[in-house]
């Protein structure tokens, strides 16, 4: 009665998103307010609805009922709880419900949070989520329904979970990254409601900004976490592979970026408008191109879902109709549109625009790599072609370089003009103050290497300029240290972001060309020297888990005769599916990981085992978390809050007004 009730939810959220789409919409049409009001009501009554399905898809992991086809498919009686619930975005159907439980979530958080709109506005923002959410009900309805049962004969017993998949990485990493991804059809609604209602200007980013920053922050919490989970879960040890699944959350992370710092532009300066629109369609057009590469079957991963061809035609013809209409909607409203163009070329504005322009490039980078295999397969008949690290570090890096060398320089730039003395004073001296600090670390740390010395160089540069950035800060309020305290929460959230990005570079840099790795054959009492640890192989136990059973290895590690680590890698055995999965172990530090995977049984008692040390590999996550932990503060900047009824636009008005 339970999975009957959580499918008829799904259907009478998917009816009320008919009307979330319709009514505020045809009320804004005739300028009838009651209608238009309709919206808060509508939009909360379809998010209970949709919490109502999940909870619904949970309870049956939960008591194990196994007539439900996708609880026979990814869970078992012997799962744990955690795994059992975590079980239910674990694949195709609960994932996507998932994905539409979070779309609900954001639309009502709109309802919650923009009442400074005008009443039209919140309507055409509602309307357009509206018709979002019809799109993934009706897709999770007609070929991706969690609900289905199998009666009156079932099974007994459950497939199980996917091993890889049982691990706390689950739990977090999916809803951060749905949270981000879906987040962006919120700026994405209101760029489509301004061009709409006939006017675009400072108020619509000002509207936006604290919706994508949000967004954003748990799109990068959502990316650091699955790098986390992928370096210690898959046995290799690496953080990012470049894969086709990993470039679909990537790319909207990028123009997300992208678009954070052109809407500061548009709300500052009125500069531009037209592209920032474009920047809010394409952060969500990628978003659904994502959901496509995961769910279509297009491609094969570790990431990807669905091998279902009708879905993805699905999808692909819902990214046609929200894409394409929005790009017709675009270029039919966007040509009367002005934007401010009395900038000099030192100025904070152009130091946004090339920001935006690399971003832009980078994005197209990598959907290039992403899409071209795709597209080399279909033309040739099968044949496949793999591009992998190499393009991407010969081609994406650079263009990273050089945005980071720009974001050391825009730390001192102003709004409108930038004398050139201020731009560049110190910055000789902060270059070569950088370089010699880098160089004398480098050198007695570890061995020299001139890459790694150009991008310490350039992190180091950076952080200079930060420094500087509050010491004049503190320098206007003649020196009075409290100053520091009393900026405001959108500066916080810039000096973090960008810190973030400078101890994410140094980790990248530092793991990628410092790290050393063995895989080698030991037998019980043998010993390993490796980045001046000494690893010692103690032998094999076997160990019982809730739902499997372990080959369990113990290695000692020793640092100059001192014991720093006992390691405990395992080989485990998931009795249901008959999966071999490899758990590796790590003993972390702020400075470097020691990483041991257990391998395969070799002849004579011997085990192939992978030992890597892994330098400033923390730094890496711990970077990104504090970049997003910078967009979070920046929502809770109180201008966000002092948004005023005369910026909202209550009717139509010319677009050059």
């Known amino acids: 009665m339970i999975i009957e009730l959580g499918h008829f939810s799904l259907i009478l959220a998917l ?307 929200i894409v394409g209409g929005s790009l017709v909607l675009y270029a039919v409203r966007a040509q009367g549109i002005k934007s401010n163009t009395i900038f000099s070329w030192s100025s904070r504005e152009a130091m946004i625009l090339v920001n935006n322009l690399l971003l832009v490039v980078a994005t197209a980078v990598v959907l290039l790599g992403t899409l071209y295999p795709l597209a080399y397969e279909a033309a040739t008949g099968g044949n496949k072609l793999s591009v992998g690290p190499p393009y991407f570090n010969a081609v994406f890096v650079p263009v990273m370089v050089i945005l980071f060398l720009f974001m050391a320089v825009s730390q001192r730039s102003r709004w409108k003009n930038t004398k050139r003395e201020v731009l560049l004073k110190k910055q000789v001296i902060y270059v070569i103050g950088s370089a010699v600090t880098a160089t004398l670390l480098i050198v007695f740390l570890a061995s020299f290497k001139p890459y790694v010395l150009l991008i310490v160089t350039i992190a180091f540069w950076i952080s200079l300029n930060l420094l500087e950035n509050i010491l004049q800060r503190v320098k206007r309020r003649h020196w009075q240290w409290s100053a520091v305290f009393t900026q405001s929460l959108s500066y916080y959230g810039m000096l973090l972001g960008h810190l973030g990005m400078v101890i994410m570079m140094i980790g990248i840099c530092c793991t990628v060309y410092y790290s050393v790795e063995r895989d080698v054959r030991m037998v019980p009492g043998d010993e390993l020297a490796l980045g001046g640890y000494q690893f010692k192989f103690v032998g094999v136990q076997k160990i019982n888990g809730p739902n499997y059973a372990s080959d369990q290895a113990e290695i000692i590690v020793t640092y100059k005769g001192k014991e720093v680590a006992a390691l405990f890698p395992e080989k485990r055995l998931y009795t249901a599916r008959g999966s071999l999965m490899t758990e590796a172990d790590i003993d972390p530090g702020i400075f470097r990981d020691l990483y041991v995977a257990l391998g395969e049984p070799l002849a004579q008692g011997a085990w192939a085992v992978r030992i890597q040390v892994k330098p400033f590999v923390r730094w890496i996550w711990i970077g990104g978390l504090l970049s997003a932990l910078g967009g979070f503060i920046a929502v809770g900047d109180k201008r966000y809050r002092r948004l005023r009824r005369q910026d909202a636009v209550d009717l139509p008005q010319n677009l050059s007004a």
């Open 15 to 321: 009816g009320l998103s008919v009307v979330l789409t319709v009514i505020p919409a045809w009320g804004v049409q005739t300028t009838n307010s009651t209608l238009m009001q309709c919206g808060d009501s509508v939009a909360r009554g379809l998010f209970f609805f949709l919490v109502l399905a999940f909870l619904a898809l949970c309870y049956a992991f939960v008591v194990d009922d196994f007539s439900v086809d996708y609880v026979a498919n990814n869970s078992n009686s012997a799962l744990p709880i955690h795994f059992k619930i975590s079980a239910v975005w674990g694949a195709h159907e609960g994932s996507f419900l998932l994905w539409t439980l979070v779309l609900g979530a954001w639309i009502f958080a709109v309802t919650l949070f923009s009442r400074d709109l005008s009443l039209d506005m919140r309507a055409r923002v509602l309307s357009v989520l509206g018709l979002l959410a019809f799109g993934f009900t009706l897709f999770s309805l007609l070929t991706s329904n969690p609900f289905e049962r199998s009666l009156p004969v079932f099974p007994q017993e459950g497939n199980d979970l996917n091993p890889l998949l049982q691990d706390f990485g689950l739990i977090v990493h999916p809803p951060m990254l749905y949270i981000g991804y879906v987040g962006f059809a919120v700026p994405f609604a209101l760029a489509i409601a301004t061009l709409w209602s006939g006017r675009l200007d400072m108020a619509w980013a000002r509207w936006s900004r604290p919706w994508t920053n949000i967004a954003w922050a748990f799109l990068t919490v959502g990316i650091t976490l699955g790098s986390w989970w992928a370096y210690y879960e898959l046995g290799w040890g690496g953080w990012w592979f470049w894969d086709a699944v990993e470039n679909a959350s990537f790319m909207p992370w990028l123009v997300g970026t992208a678009l954070i710092h052109s809407l500061a532009s548009t709300e500052k300066r009125a500069v531009f408008k037209t592209w920032t629109v474009l920047l809010a369609i394409s952060a969500f057009a990628l978003s659904l191109l994502g959901g496509f590469l995961v769910r279509s079957g297009v491609l094969t991963s570790v990431h990807a879902f669905a091998q279902d061809p009708q879905r993805g035609m699905y999808i692909l013809v819902f990214l046609i109709i």
